[in-house]
């Protein structure tokens, strides 16, 4: 790996380095893992499915509700919308909070720069 010269103290450091060894500042700009950037696409990718299933399933329904025969089987449909909405809607939002802390925890840290002034 190519060494750099640390922009405060021009000690030679490592590009793989997060920080100098000898003065602590950050001299590489911190990059996701590879669990982190799973995490980023299985978040975003996550979203895109929980909007396709929203959509698919309400546009199913509406058309069950439309096509139904009886007052009864009308509201019948409605309710199971409405039930399946709303259990959609939990799992996308306890989804959502589940990988926005992986989301989190994977962040990448930039370590705070430490001087000896
Ligand atoms: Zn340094």
Redesign the pocket.
């Known amino acids: 790996m190519p060494m750099i010269s640390?922009p405060?103290?021009n000690?030679p450091v490592s590009d793989a380095a997060p920080q100098?060894p000898?003065?602590g500042?950050a001299v590489a700009i911190p990059k996701r893992g590879f669990f982190g950037k799973l995490i980023k696409w299985t978040f975003i990718a996550f979203n895109i499915l929980m909007l396709i299933w929203m959509i698919g399933g309400v546009g199913a329904a509406s058309k069950v509700a439309s096509s139904a025969a009886s007052e009864a089987e009308r509201a019948g449909a409605a309710l199971g919308t409405g039930i399946g909405a709303m259990m959609v809607m939990s799992l996308w939002f306890f989804g959502d909070v589940i990988l926005g802390i992986f989301l989190l925890l994977t962040r990448p840290k930039v370590p705070p720069p430490r001087r000896k002034r």
Do not use: D
Request: aromatic share 0%; charged share 10%.
């Open positions: 640390c405060e103290c000690s100098c000898s003065c500042v």
